[in-house]
């Protein structure tokens, strides 16, 4: 799959993609990454990229022009037929926030064409004629859309096999359909004992079905204190046994 970044700040990618272990995906060629910079496609001497808003206020807006030359460069370089074309996706407070199920439709997509804002925000003709997906992190405003871009590629490319040292590594994940979409268990490594706190017994045990019950039901806490929505989902889908219900039961009758 080829991502292709629309970027004002370029220089921030490298380090992603040198480093960690999603570098795997990259160096191996299972993800092709390709950084775009608008202002290579801006007028004048001094390349601009964004101007004053009508209406007045704070802040500059990112002139549409640009960004549309930009695009069509990539969009002229992968040489994709129109009905094959892959999305540009900006990231926005306007857009769905982004769940594991949108990670891994994107991890066995084709790719994407990811547009980084800046500044005050984009001129809204670019968006309303150029955007076909908007993305958005959460209910927070950052100063561009280059670490929202670099938190999907990065939830991407744990996806992809052979990235991670363990490949069902990301199956007890949080939000993983493979424990039902619940936040995982609380995790312990040596030593045994820390500042007068232990680990639990049930991991010391050695008795995989002890173990397990014991990270099910705390999957299923955690997820009923901390986020209650994703119980219920959980509950919607058919997913929680009469067993699981009950220990919900009682964990309620503690809160």
């Known amino acids: ?54 209406g007045g206020g704070p802040g500059m807006v ?12 990539v969009r002229a370089e992968r040489a994709e037929a129109p009905a094959q074309q892959v999305p540009a996706v900006l990231f926005s407070p306007v857009g769905e926030p982004l769940r594991h199920a949108g990670v891994q439709a994107w991890a066995q997509s084709r790719g994407a064409i990811l547009v980084c804002g800046r500044y005050e925000g984009i001129d809204q003709r670019f968006i309303d004629t150029c955007v076909d997906v908007q993305i958005s992190l959460g209910d927070f405003v950052l100063s561009g859309g280059e670490i929202a871009a670099l938190a999907l590629l990065d939830a991407v490319a744990r996806l992809q096999p052979g990235v991670l040292g363990d490949e069902g590594s990301h199956q007890q994940d949080s939000f993983n359909p493979a424990i039902d979409g619940l936040l995982d268990c609380p995790h312990y490594t040596r030593p045994e004992q820390w500042r007068g706190q232990g680990v639990p017994p049930e991991l010391l045990s050695g008795h995989h079905a002890q173990i397990e019950a014991w990270r099910r039901a705390q999957r299923l806490q955690l997820t ?27 964990v309620a009758s503690k809160l």
């Open 224 to 250: 009923a204190r901390a986020r209650p929505a994703l119980i219920a989902a959980a509950r919607a889908a058919g997913r929680l046994s009469g067993q699981d219900e009950q220990l919900l039961k009682n």
């Open 62 to 73: 990112m002139m549409a022009e640009p960004l549309a030359r930009c695009l069509q460069a």
């Open 1 to 54: 799959m080829r991502f292709d970044v629309i970027t004002l700040f370029p220089e921030l990618f490298a380090p992603f993609v040198e480093a960690g272990i999603t570098r795997r995906a990259y160096a191996s060629g299972q993800i092709e990454l390709k950084l775009w910079n608008p202002r290579d496609w801006a007028e004048g001497n001094y390349r601009r990229v964004d101007d004053r808003p009508f």
